[in-house]
């Protein structure tokens, strides 16, 4: 999977009264909108999966709807392009007031959007995106952080997990939100939060930056636009995340009568239908990976199944075992079964070939009937 991550870019910005006489809009208003515009054109040359926007999206509450209109065309053939794009809210676009509407619920109404208001965590493709919008006392987040991140985590099922959240951490190097703003509550620290994360994007210092917390990466990617002079001197970034689709680990539970019981309890027979059951799925998962220009994964045509142990099943078993082995040819164009079994070769006749050992590093193989078309 691959992520853009961006923070901090401030739509709705004005300054200095210079108007652009084509639109009649503050220049520097438009300023800031090229600045995301450039990053959307980043998100579809690197054909990202995920545009993580972590907070301050908007510079305030009532943006000129100008933005909202710009904003919301570009992320319509976004979203026509199956990017998904999540928006967590910072304290410059959360409102202190509960009769205000937040500017980014407008563009939750589309397709693919996810506006992220209050903690959750909304799942991409196997992947928990944890989310810890700005508070709307935002001076309090120290404090509030914590029990935010646990509401955030309590709808996350996956091990596999991201935070995203708007907040000063106080290990960050000094941006202009800190120094120039009024912040005048006491900063997160970094070791609030819990290092199970993949990574953490993180929003509201307008400088990149990356830091590391046990091992986990930390990242601010900054502001897209200068936003005051303290910026002056700061390179822009937006950034790339590519997150390896490899599953590390596979919990497999055998169950009985729907009940979850440890696989001694199981007879022989039991165990080789068990055994049957996970090379049927895991050979159905190797046939299904995506064909990508990075992954050019083999085409699976043909599958062999090497029995071992079908001599523990009964003949009903056996009879179970050859109509599964009979739907897989629905997925591959030719399976081959080897085994020791008669009751087998008795059941596929007329597609049975026999190996014969002829001298030692040499096989000559029999057919007995007619062979497939
Ligand atoms: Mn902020």
Not at 114 to 137: H, K, M
Not at 302 to 326: H, K, M, N, P, Q
Request: some cysteine; charged content about 25%; overall charge negative.
């Amino acid at each position: 999977m691959k992520i853009l991550q961006t923070a901090d870019n401030h739509l709705g910005e004005t300054a200095y009264s210079r108007i652009d006489p084509s639109t009649g809009l503050n220049a520097r208003g438009l300023d800031f909108l090229d600045s995301f515009q450039n990053i959307l054109e980043v998100a579809s040359k690197e054909r990202v999966d995920v545009l993580l926007v972590v907070g301050d999206f908007f510079t305030r509450v009532n943006p000129h709807p100008r933005y909202l209109l710009e904003v919301m065309k570009d992320l319509k053939k976004l979203s026509k392009a199956n990017v998904v794009t999540i928006f967590v809210s910072g304290n410059h676009e959360t409102p202190k007031m509960v009769t205000t509407v937040n500017p980014l619920s407008l563009l939750g109404q589309m397709d693919n959007v996810y506006v992220v208001l209050e903690p959750t965590s909304i799942e991409i493709d196997g992947i928990d995106f944890v989310c810890v919008p700005a508070p709307p006392v935002f001076d309090e987040i120290k404090d509030l952080f914590t029990p935010l991140l646990q509401k955030a985590l309590k709808d996350s099922k996956s091990e596999r997990k991201i935070l995203a959240a708007h907040l000063p951490l106080g290990q960050a190097i000094i941006s202009s939100e800190r120094t120039l703003e009024s912040f005048i509550g006491e900063c997160v620290d970094i070791k609030q939060i819990p290092n199970k994360f993949m990574y953490t994007a993180l929003g509201h210092m307008h400088r990149f930056q990356q830091l590391d917390q046990e091992g986990m990466p930390v990242i601010y990617s900054g502001s897209s636009e200068r936003y005051q002079w303290g910026e002056e001197h700061d390179d822009k970034f937006a950034v790339l995340i590519d997150i390896e689709d490899k599953v590390e680990t596979l919990n497999v539970a055998a169950t009985m009568a729907g009940e979850v019981r440890p696989i001694h309890y199981f007879s022989e027979g039991q165990k080789t239908r068990i055994n049957m059951a996970l090379r049927v799925a895991i050979s159905r998962i190797l046939s299904k990976l995506p064909q990508t220009e990075e992954h050019a994964y083999a085409i699976m045509q043909t599958l062999f199944i090497d029995e071992g142990d079908f001599g523990s099943l009964d003949e009903s078993g056996i009879r179970d075992a050859v109509s599964i082995i009979r739907n897989l040819t629905k997925e591959f164009d030719r399976v081959i079964l080897i085994s020791h079994v008669p009751t087998i070769r008795e059941i596929f006749q007329g597609y049975v070939l026999e190996v014969v050992k002829t001298r030692p590093e040499e096989s000559v193989v029999k057919t007995f009937g007619a062979l497939p078309e």
